[in-house]
C-alpha cells in the first residue's frame, strides 16, 4: 500500500484557469519511509481522559465512520483507577484501537517553581529520582493492566522504561510514544529520541513541511503531529496541509486536536461536560480532515485498522546490568 505519487493541490484547477498554477510537489521531498504494515499513515484521537470520554469517542468515530488507530490520555495513569484503566483497554480491544496512556509525575504539577518562571525551567521533566520512579510505577501498573502504549515527557524516563522493556521488565509489544510537549525541532533531536527508545515522536505542530524532509532524511521513526493543535501548543490549524504533510512526514499519525478550548489536564468530574464535548468534536475534526483527503485525492496509503506497531528502529546499545 502506497501514498498517491500526485494527489490534487487545494484550488489547482481553477487556480491555473486564471492564470495562477500551483507548484508541482518536488519527488526529492517524498518520505521513503512507511509503516511495518506498507501503511504511510494513521489517526490518534488525543484527550481522551477516562472511559467516559472513550466511550463517545467510539460512538462519534462508528456514526461520523472516522478510523482511529490510537486513543491517548494526557492526564496520567496516576489518575486513573484500575476499574477505569481495564475498561479503556478492554474497550479499545473491542475495536482493535491501541490505548496509549501519559506515564507519572510531571515538573508542570512538582513544586518546584522554575517551570513557572518566564523560561519555563525543566518543563515537563520528571524532577529527581522520586518523580522517575513514579513514572516507573505508573508503567507497571499500566502494562500490569493490559495497556501497551506509554506517553513520556522526558528522555530519562524514556530511556529508562526502554531499558526495562530490553530486559523483560515491560511486556516486549510496549510502545513508548513521545508527548507533544517535549516535541523535538530539528533532526538530530528526533534521531536522538528514536534512539533513546521512542517508537513514535511528537513533532511541535509550528515545524514547516521542509522541517519534516529534514527528519526523514536522517529517520524513519513514526511521527505523531497535530492537525489541529490545542491552544497551549500553539492553535495553529493545518487541515489543508495534511495530504503534504503525510508526504513530506510518513509515516505519519494525524492527531486530531482542537483548538479555541481550555486545557483539561488533569482531568476529574469537574471537567466533565468539557471533556465529553472536545471529545466528541475532535472526532468530527478527523472527519473533516479525511473529506479533505479524500477530495484532493490523497486518502490512500492508510495502514489497515488495527495496525500499531512502529517497524525495525535504530537504538543506542542497552548496557547490561548497568
Given amino acids: 500500500m502506497t501514498a498517491p505519487s500526485a494527489p490534487r493541490r487545494p484550488g489547482a484547477d481553477a487556480l491555473a484557469r486564471i492564470g495562477h498554477p500551483s507548484p508541482g510537489p518536488d519527488p526529492a521531498d517524498t518520505s521513503p519511509h512507511a509503516f511495518p504494515d506498507g501503511g504511510v499513515w494513521r489517526t490518534e484521537i488525543p484527550s481522551v481522559e477516562g472511559p467516559e470520554a472513550l466511550a463517545v469517542v467510539l460512538k462519534e468515530s462508528s456514526r461520523l465512520d472516522v478510523p482511529v488507530h490510537r486513543v491517548s490520555q494526557g492526564s496520567g495513569v496516576w489518575m486513573l483507577t484500575d476499574a477505569e484503566i481495564t475498561e479503556m483497554v478492554e474497550s479499545c480491544a473491542g475495536r482493535d484501537i491501541e490505548l496509549c496512556l501519559f506515564t507519572g509525575p510531571r515538573g508542570t504539577w512538582d513544586i518546584g517553581a522554575s517551570t513557572r518562571t518566564d523560561s519555563g525551567g525543566g518543563g515537563l521533566r520528571a524532577r529527581g529520582h522520586d518523580a522517575l520512579a513514579g513514572c516507573v510505577e505508573d508503567a507497571l501498573r499500566a502494562t500490569a493492566l493490559g495497556v501497551r502504549?506509554?506517553?513520556?515527557?522526558?528522555?530519562?524516563?524514556?530511556?529508562?522504561?526502554?531499558?526495562?522493556?530490553?530486559?523483560?521488565?515491560?511486556?516486549?509489544?510496549?510502545?513508548?510514544?513521545?508527548?507533544?510537549?517535549?516535541?523535538?525541532?530539528?533532526?538530530?533531536?528526533?534521531?536522538?529520541?528514536?534512539?533513546?527508545?521512542?517508537?513514535?515522536?511528537?513533532?511541535?505542530?509550528?515545524?514547516?513541511?521542509?522541517?519534516?524532509?529534514?527528519?526523514?532524511?536522517?529517520?524513519?521513526?513514526?511521527?505523531?503531529?497535530?492537525?489541529?493543535?490545542p491552544d497551549d501548543l500553539g492553535g495553529y490549524i493545518r487541515m489543508y496541509e495534511a495530504a503534504e504533510l503525510i508526504r513530506r512526514g510518513a509515516p505519519l499519525y494525524l492527531k486530531?486536536?482542537?483548538?479555541?478550548?481550555?486545557?483539561?489536564?488533569?482531568?476529574?468530574?469537574?471537567?466533565?461536560?468539557?471533556?465529553?464535548?472536545?471529545?466528541?468534536?475532535?472526532?468530527?475534526?478527523?472527519?473533516?480532515?479525511?473529506?479533505?483527503?479524500a477530495r484532493h485525492g490523497a486518502d490512500g496509503g492508510m495502514s489497515p485498522l488495527g495496525a500499531r506497531l512502529p517497524g525495525e528502529l535504530r537504538r543506542f546499545p542497552v548496557p547490561e546490568g548497568n
Fill in 256 to 293: 486530531f486536536g482542537l483548538s479555541r478550548s481550555p486545557g483539561i489536564y488533569p482531568y476529574g468530574a469537574q471537567l466533565r461536560d468539557l471533556t465529553l464535548a472536545t471529545a466528541r468534536e475532535r472526532v468530527r475534526r478527523g472527519r473533516l480532515v479525511l473529506d479533505l483527503l
Fill in 149 to 229: 502504549c506509554l506517553l513520556v515527557a522526558d528522555e530519562g524516563v524514556l530511556w529508562t522504561l526502554h531499558r526495562m522493556r530490553a530486559a523483560g521488565e515491560l511486556p516486549a509489544d510496549t510502545t513508548f510514544k513521545l508527548s507533544a510537549l517535549t516535541g523535538p525541532v530539528n533532526p538530530a533531536s528526533y534521531a536522538v529520541y528514536e534512539r533513546l527508545g521512542a517508537d513514535s515522536i511528537n513533532v511541535p505542530s509550528d515545524l514547516t513541511l521542509a522541517h519534516l524532509t529534514e527528519i526523514r532524511r536522517v529517520s524513519g521513526a513514526p511521527m505523531d503531529m497535530y492537525v489541529e493543535a
